[in-house]
Nanobody
Framework: QVQLVESGGGLVQAGGSLRLSCAASGRTFSSYAMGWFRQTPGKERERVASISGSGGTTYYADSVKGRFTISRDNAKNTVYLQMNSLAPEDTAVYYC????????????WGQGTQVTVSS
């Protein structure tokens, strides 16, 4: 069982930056791939970025490539999402997730954190 707690969401102007953090419980953090997903009302949850357990492999949605960076610190049981050049269409609830599949690590989910980008 993995418990995930996100932080770092908030309100930012277009062009600005935010850094999301996700702290995970458990002693096997490095054995899980981690991911960030986002969802807006009426839309399906979208995978934004994911990272393998070692951190050596990352995947990004086309919509965020070059702007967002996922990273992890296995010593701190924490995964991060650095978001730069934010745009209003990035507004969503962002969820941290963990799982065995580095392409779609969706076995365990956090409660979500709201990110709002104003124009």
């Amino acid at each position: 069982q993995v418990q995930l707690v996100e932080s770092g969401g908030g309100l930012v102007q277009a062009g600005g930056s935010l850094r999301l953090s996700c702290a995970a419980s458990g002693r096997t953090f490095s054995s899980y791939a981690m991911g960030w997903f986002r969802q807006t009302p009426g839309k399906e949850r979208e995978r934004v970025a994911s990272i393998s357990g070692s951190g050596g492999t990352t995947y990004y949605a086309d919509s965020v490539k070059g702007r967002f960076t996922i990273s992890r610190d296995n010593a701190k049981n924490t995964v991060y999402l650095q978001m730069n050049s934010l745009a209003p269409e990035d507004t969503a609830v962002y969820y941290c997730a963990a799982g065995k599949d580095p392409w779609y690590p969706g076995d365990y989910w956090g409660q979500g954190t709201q990110v709002t980008v104003s124009s």
